[in-house]
C-alpha cells in the first residue's frame, strides 16, 4: 500500500496541474432510470437505480475523455464522488492532458467550452439539453430565495457579465464567451448568456445531463473537500486526502486508511479515484 501511495505521489508529481475540471450530475429523468420505474414510481423513489445509472454513465463519460479522447490525450485523471443524502450523485473530475493537448488560446477555450444558448434552429437538441441542464438558478433580484444566494450575493457569481470574446485569464479565472443575444424563456424566467454554466456541446449531446466544464489550470481557488478514495492502476482502493491548493495551485495527495468499495455501502460524503 505504501508503494501504491507512492506511486500516487510521483504520478501527481510527473504529470502536474489538472487543465479540465468537470462536474457531472446524474440525470434522474433519463431514459435509463425511467425505464425502471414500475407503477406509480419516481426516480426519487428509487434512489438505488439512480446510483446505478449515474455509475455507468460515469464510467462512460471517463471512457469518452480519456480512451476516445475528447479533450485530446489524457496523462491522468483524478476524480470524486460526492453521494449527498437528498442530492443526486454527481462526480466532480480533474483531468490533466499532454503538451500537445494543452489548452491554451481563446480559440481553445471556444472549442471544448461554451457558456452560451445554441440557436435552437440549427441545434434543437442541444438547445433543450442546455435550457434544462445547464441554466444557473436563476438568482439574484430576479430569484432571491435561490439555494445559492448568501447575503443577497449568488455564491457562484450569476449572472456573469456579457463578454464578445473569451479571455484565457483574468485574476487567475477563466473568462469564456457570453455574447449579448436576444433572451429566451425558460419556465417562468427570461434567460440569455449570463446565466449558462460552461459546457461541452458533444458531451452534452451524448449523455444528456448536468455536465459543467472549466479550464482547472486558470482557476486560482478550486478546492476539493477531503476524504476519499483513491484506485491505483492494478484496481486496489485506498483512501487518501486530496486537495486542489489554491495558492500553490499543486494537487496534493495524502495517506489514509483504505475502505470498501461499494457505491452502496459508502457513508455519505467524498470517494476520490486516481487513474494514470
Ligand atoms: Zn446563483
Redesign the pocket.
Known amino acids: 500500500m505504501q508503494q501504491n501511495y507512492q506511486d500516487a505521489m510521483a504520478m501527481v508529481r510527473k504529470f502536474g496541474k489538472p487543465d479540465l475540471f468537470l462536474t457531472f450530475t446524474c440525470n434522474p429523468s433519463c431514459f435509463e432510470v425511467l425505464n425502471c420505474m414500475e407503477g406509480v414510481q419516481r426516480p426519487e423513489d428509487r434512489r438505488d437505480i439512480i446510483i446505478r445509472v449515474f455509475n455507468m454513465k460515469l464510467k462512460e463519460l471517463l471512457e469518452d475523455i480519456c480512451k476516445h479522447g475528447i479533450f485530446g490525450t489524457v496523462l491522468t485523471y483524478i476524480y470524486v464522488i460526492e453521494f449527498q443524502k437528498r442530492g443526486l450523485p454527481h462526480a466532480h473530475i480533474l483531468l490533466t492532458l499532454d503538451s500537445e493537448s494543452k489548452i491554451r488560446t481563446k480559440d481553445d477555450i471556444d472549442k471544448f467550452v461554451s457558456a452560451e444558448l445554441p440557436d435552437p434552429c440549427t441545434d434543437l437538441r442541444l438547445f433543450q439539453i442546455v435550457t434544462k441542464c445547464m441554466v444557473?438558478?436563476p438568482?439574484?433580484t430576479i430569484n432571491i430565495n435561490?439555494p445559492?444566494?448568501r447575503d443577497g450575493q449568488?455564491?457562484?457569481s450569476?449572472p456573469k457579465q456579457f463578454k464578445d470574446n473569451a479571455e484565457e485569464n483574468v485574476n487567475g479565472y477563466p473568462i469564456y464567451r457570453r455574447r449579448a443575444t436576444e433572451p429566451v424563456q425558460v419556465g417562468k424566467y427570461s434567460i440569455d448568456n449570463r446565466w449558462v454554466v460552461p459546457y461541452n456541446p458533444w458531451l452534452l449531446k451524448i449523455f444528456n445531463a448536468h455536465i459543467n466544464v472549466e479550464m482547472a489550470r486558470m482557476m486560482p481557488g478550486l478546492a476539493a473537500p477531503s476524504a476519499y478514495f483513491l484506485t491505483t492502476r492494478t484496481g486496489e482502493l485506498l483512501t487518501f486526502d486530496v486537495k486542489f491548493n489554491g495558492n500553490k495551485e499543486d494537487l496534493c495527495v495524502s495517506n489514509a486508511e483504505p475502505t470498501g468499495s461499494d457505491a452502496k455501502t459508502l457513508p455519505p460524503g467524498h470517494h476520490c479515484y486516481f487513474h494514470s
Open positions: 444557473h438558478g438568482c439574484g435561490s445559492c444566494m449568488c455564491c457562484k450569476f
